[in-house]
C-alpha cells in the first residue's frame, strides 16, 4: 500500500491560485482534524494599462504580502488548457509563473490539478456543473455564500482539492506534467 | 514627424532575452556611437528534475545575477508562437514571466519583437534563413564565432534588434500585444 496517500497532517494551511494577469483568486483554507474552514480569500489585480513588467511586479508584491500574511504550507493550482486562445494562455501563463515563483521563493511546494481532478474532489463527480462545484465550495468551507468573484471561488476549490486529495494519489507536482525537455 | 523613432543615447546596454525553462538565453549588448558590441552572454539553466517552482527560482536568480551584473537599461525578448505545442508554450511563458518581472523589479522596461522583426533588423530581410541571421550577429557584435547555443545567439539578435529600431517603431510594449482585457 505504499501508493496510499499519507493522512494529512493536523491544522494544515492551503493556499489556492487561480491564476491570471488582470485578476488572480486566491483562497487560504485551513484543513484541521478532517475539516476545513477558509481562512482568507480575494483577489489580486493587476491594472490593463500598466506595462506588463509592471503588472507582475504588482501580482508578485500582492502574492508575497498574500503568502506573509497566511503563511501556508503548499500551494495549489489549477493546470492551464488554452487550445482556443493561446495568446490570453500564454499572458496567464506569464503571471502563473510569477505567483509559483514565489511559492518557490517561500519553499513551499506547488501542486497542480485538472478541472476535472478538482470537480472530482470537490462533487465526486468529474463533469459536474460550475453551479454544483460552487455550492460544495460554500457547503464544505460552511460559508453564508459563495465567494465572488469566480476567481476567488476557482482558488478556494482547488485548496479544497489539495486538502481531500492529501498531495497523494491524485496530486502530481506541477513537475510532472510541464517540467520536462523544455 | 512625431512617430520618428529618437535616435537612441549614448552608451545604452540592451539586454536580449530568450526564454526557456531548461535553457534561457541572454545576450548584453553596449551601443554606442552607432555601434554595438557584446558585453556579456551566455546561457541560464535550470535542471529538469527538479520541481517547477524550483526551476523558476534558480532562473530568478540567475536573471538578478545577469541585471545586477551588466545594469541594462532596456530589456527586449521575441514574442512567443506555440501554436504547435501549447503545453510547452506554456511552461516557457511560466519561465518568460519569471524574466520580465525580474526586469520589473529591476525597474527597467521590457520590449517585444516578432520574429520577423528581428529578422528585418538584423539582415534587412523578414523572411531571412536562421544562417544568415547568425552571420549578421555574428558581424554587427565583430565576435570570432557564432554564439552558441541557439538560446544565446538568439538573446543577442533580440538586443540587437531593439538596438536597430532603438526602441521607436518597431518597438511595441508588451503590453500593446497581451495586457487587454486578460
Redesign the interface.
Known amino acids: 500500500m505504499k501508493d496510499k496517500a499519507p493522512p494529512a497532517a493536523p491544522g494544515k494551511v492551503i493556499l489556492g491560485i487561480d491564476p491570471?494577469?488582470?485578476r488572480m483568486g486566491y483562497g487560504v483554507i485551513l484543513q484541521r482534524e478532517g475539516r476545513c474552514r477558509a481562512l482568507d480569500y480575494g483577489t489580486m489585480t493587476s491594472a490593463?494599462?500598466?506595462?506588463?513588467?509592471?503588472?507582475?511586479?504588482d501580482l508578485?508584491e500582492q502574492m508575497r504580502a498574500v503568502l506573509k500574511k497566511n503563511k501556508p504550507d503548499a500551494?495549489a493550482l489549477e493546470e492551464?488548457?488554452?487550445?482556443k486562445n493561446?495568446?490570453?494562455?500564454?499572458?496567464?501563463?506569464?503571471?502563473?509563473?510569477?505567483a509559483?515563483?514565489a511559492?518557490?521563493?517561500a519553499g513551499?511546494?506547488?501542486y497542480e490539478y485538472r478541472p476535472v481532478e478538482v470537480k472530482q474532489a470537490i462533487t465526486g463527480y468529474g463533469q459536474a456543473e460550475k453551479q454544483q462545484v460552487q455550492k460544495m465550495v460554500k457547503l464544505l468551507l460552511g460559508l453564508s455564500e459563495v465567494p465572488k468573484p469566480d476567481d476567488t471561488e476557482d482558488a478556494l476549490a482547488v485548496a479544497l482539492t489539495h486538502a481531500q486529495v492529501g498531495g497523494g494519489t491524485l496530486a502530481r507536482?506541477?513537475?510532472a506534467?510541464?517540467?520536462?525537455?523544455?
Open positions: 491570471g494577469l488582470a490593463a494599462r500598466a506595462p506588463v513588467e509592471k503588472r507582475l511586479v508578485f500551494v492551464l488548457f488554452f487550445s493561446v495568446k490570453t494562455g500564454m499572458a496567464v501563463s506569464q503571471a502563473r509563473g510569477v509559483v515563483l511559492a518557490g521563493l513551499l511546494p506547488v507536482m506541477i513537475q506534467n510541464q517540467g520536462r525537455g523544455f
